[in-house]
């Protein structure tokens, strides 16, 4: 059987394709392809291979004079704007062999310019060589254009991430509304559920048929015959196109090996997904400090404390920061999964005990001290090592992480964190015991200005535990993902709307007194900087972002079984969130189950469909996700550091010998769901055109 040591290294040979052709070359790649190898050995591993250099794929980079040799690794079609900066790239340089690797297979291409795929040569790619040699200036010179599927990155041994695909996101709503508006009275569709993939724009086709693609090439070098089920909307058409592809089909009549995989729609719980109940300190990390440039996963660290140079406002860029991705199999890189997927306290626990582990192998002096993990105390451990090059060099992933560690416990914005925690807790209580707007006014007295003056006594900028804009925006879709839980009153709807109206009203004041705009105030307004807003634009942008709240109340809706993730109190135990990943868990791998209705059988061929007829009339079995010995779970739209713990614990305490790994379009953090609802272009994907 696959291990999830065996599975996490499948990134991996995806790329030794590319390594193969990359000897005495310059290597030119895209953010998405990088943000990738990042997690698969980051650009060490081309230089091992024998590149010369590696850049940035921008038409503002070229070859030297003595750069011959390019190889090009790009996640997108070979059309547009890719091709633009190819061509730029090739007619500054003075290159005689060219190798373009693009993740997007050639049937994709084929079917992004209109043409059947029957045909058994590569035209798209054949024409784009003949292009290549014109731009290089010489027919004799050499091209080559390859398909390698290089988007999935190995963040742990139980997670697979596919940062080209970060913000692909299950539709909404108002998406529905758009596509509707599109089409002739007759066939608009009722619901979100109804849409098949013919249905959906080109771009966002060519997004899914790019991932199922890719998931079928990664099955193939496992050998995995798999059975496809799907919760929600997204996920049904995505694991319809994976029941139905051609190449997929002909590799499960051999695979060996059996396995499930349930694609679930993020839109399924967005309570998990902005809450901050779980008690994670990855999570926390990954939310307070800055992303890595280019990446959607990973994040700086900084490391000045390694060093002599004197903290300045400009020593940041002096030194280049490290980051969480831990590659070679190491301490550090049980130390990273451990951080994943324990509790925060135990997590910090661990992060001292390697740094005191590594000081001790090293026979660096140290003064062992007991009790609460505190970040001075990390920090004095990790400046220990600068007196020895050796010993830092050893056990740099550690101290990245230790580092990692002590910033975050040291970051301002970690008291507001506790703050969303409990005001998280008054909403949860709340909900059971009335109706929803008298559950959403208890967040208008939190929509003032920061640092106004009821704000505190001094009237200073901020108090650090006062909740923002970006947090009353998180409380927000906290409350409308849990809004079907609440109490129903005839009087409710025609209050709601009155309450709302109130609530665009403050919160556009909140927004435009602000004197920073975070990223996420940056793409829910459209604007840069805090000179360039408008009372217009904010109340547009907060109108629009209330119109998307409205729909996230209805996304279960179309759930015949597990309909809810909340529990009422009930006079002895207080209100609970119900995770909905715990849920499909106990469906799946408790044994005394009946079939859920709700995790969806996507059929791929006759057989399917015959057994499906037959089991109307007759005793046929259909496949069940726990017939299997693994498991695999895709979130559509992101996963939580939090949510990798729950998997491992509720797997562990119901059916301890199956194998869960998960598979997601990206690791999130609570502050990117309102990047990937408000300011996201769901059904216009950027593909590269």
Not at 111 to 128: G, H, I, L, R, Y
Not at 378 to 388: A, Q
Not at 434 to 461: E, I, T, Y
């Amino acid at each position: 059987m696959l291990t999830a040591e065996d599975f996490a290294q499948l990134p991996h040979r995806m790329w030794e394709k590319v390594f193969s052709k990359v000897k005495k070359a310059v290597v030119f790649m895209d953010d998405r392809c990088a943000e990738a190898l990042h997690w698969s050995g980051g650009a060490a591993a081309l230089l091992e291979a024998g590149a010369r250099n590696v850049k940035q794929f921008s038409s503002f980079e070229a070859g030297g004079e003595n750069e011959p040799k390019a190889v090009f690794v790009v996640s997108t079609l070979l059309k547009g704007r890719t091709v633009d900066v190819i061509k730029d790239v090739v007619s500054l340089s003075h290159f005689q062999y060219c190798i373009v690797f693009t993740a997007v297979p050639h049937s994709v291409h084929l079917f992004a310019n209109n043409v059947s795929s029957d045909t058994e040569t590569s035209p798209v790619f054949e024409q784009f060589e003949e292009k290549l040699c014109e731009w290089m200036g010489n027919v004799n010179y050499t091209a080559e254009v390859l398909h390698s599927p290089v988007v999935f990155a190995p963040v742990s041994q139980q997670l697979t991430v596919a940062p080209p695909f970060a913000r692909l996101f299950p539709l909404l709503p108002p998406d529905l509304e758009s596509i509707n508006a599109r089409r002739p009275e007759k066939k608009r569709f009722g619901a979100l559920n109804d849409l098949d993939v013919h249905a959906l724009p080109a771009e966002l086709q060519i997004e899914i048929k790019c991932l199922v693609s890719a998931l079928n090439s990664m099955f193939e070098a496992a050998g995995m015959r798999e059975e496809s089920f799907a919760v929600g909307p997204m996920s049904r058409i995505i694991a319809g196109e994976l029941a139905n592809h051609n190449q997929a089909k002909t590799r499960r009549k051999t695979a060996p090996n059996k396995a499930s995989i349930i694609f679930i729609d993020r839109t399924m719980d967005l309570t998990g997904a902005v809450g901050h109940h779980g008690d994670n300190l990855v999570e926390k990390i990954l939310t307070v400090l800055k992303p890595l440039p280019g990446h959607v996963t990973d994040v700086q660290v900084d490391m000045l404390e390694l060093t002599d140079v004197q903290r300045t406002p400009h020593s940041q860029n002096t030194v280049a920061p490290g980051c969480l991705a831990q590659r070679q199999p190491s301490s550090a890189r049980s130390l990273w999964e451990t951080m994943l997927t324990s509790k925060h306290k135990e997590a910090l626990m661990e992060v001292r005990r390697h740094l005191v582990e590594a000081l001790t192998k090293e026979k660096l002096p140290i003064k062992m001290s007991m009790g609460r993990v505190t970040p001075e105390q990390l920090c004095s451990y990790v400046k220990l090592f600068r007196s020895s090059w050796e010993a830092l060099e050893s056990h740099c992933g550690v101290l990245q992480l230790g580092l990692a560690t002590a910033q975050m416990l040291q970051h301002p914005s970690l008291a507001r964190w506790d703050s969303c925690l409990a005001f998280e807790r008054l909403l949860l209580q709340a909900l059971g015991d009335a109706d929803f707007p008298a559950v959403l006014r208890q967040l208008l007295p939190l929509m003032k200005p920061r640092g106004g003056k009821d704000s505190s006594s001094s009237g200073s900028r901020l108090r650090e535990d006062e909740c923002g804009p970006e947090e009353l925006i998180l409380l927000l879709i906290y409350l409308y993902s849990l809004a079907e839980e609440a109490q129903h009153t005839d009087a409710a709807e025609e209050e709601l709307e009155k309450l709302e109206r109130e609530l665009i009203g403050a919160l556009t004041l909140v927004i435009t007194q602000e004197t920073e705009l975070s990223p996420m105030l940056q793409n829910l307004t459209g604007c840069a900087t805090p000179e360039e807003l408008s009372t217009e634009r904010v109340h547009t942008a907060v109108e629009n972002m209330f119109k998307t709240l409205r729909g996230l109340s209805y996304m279960r809706d179309h759930l015949k079984q597990l309909r809810s993730v909340y529990t009422a109190s009930d006079g002895v135990h207080q209100a609970t969130y119900r995770p909905f990943l715990r849920q499909i868990l106990e469906e799946v791998l408790h044994p005394d189950r009946p079939e859920c209705p709700d995790i969806e059988h996507m059929s791929g061929g006759l057989t399917d469909l015959l057994k499906t007829g037959f089991s109307m009339f007759m005793k046929v079995s259909r496949p069940r996700p726990g017939d299997n010995p693994l498991l695999f779970l895709f979130l559509v739209g992101g996963v939580t550091p939090s949510e990798l713990r729950l998997i491992k614990d509720t797997v562990t305490s119901l059916k301890p010998g199956t194998q869960v790994l998960v598979l997601s379009t990206r690791l999130l953090r609570p502050t990117d769901i309102p990047e990937l609802l408000f300011s996201t272009q769901r059904l216009q994907p950027d593909i590269g055109l």
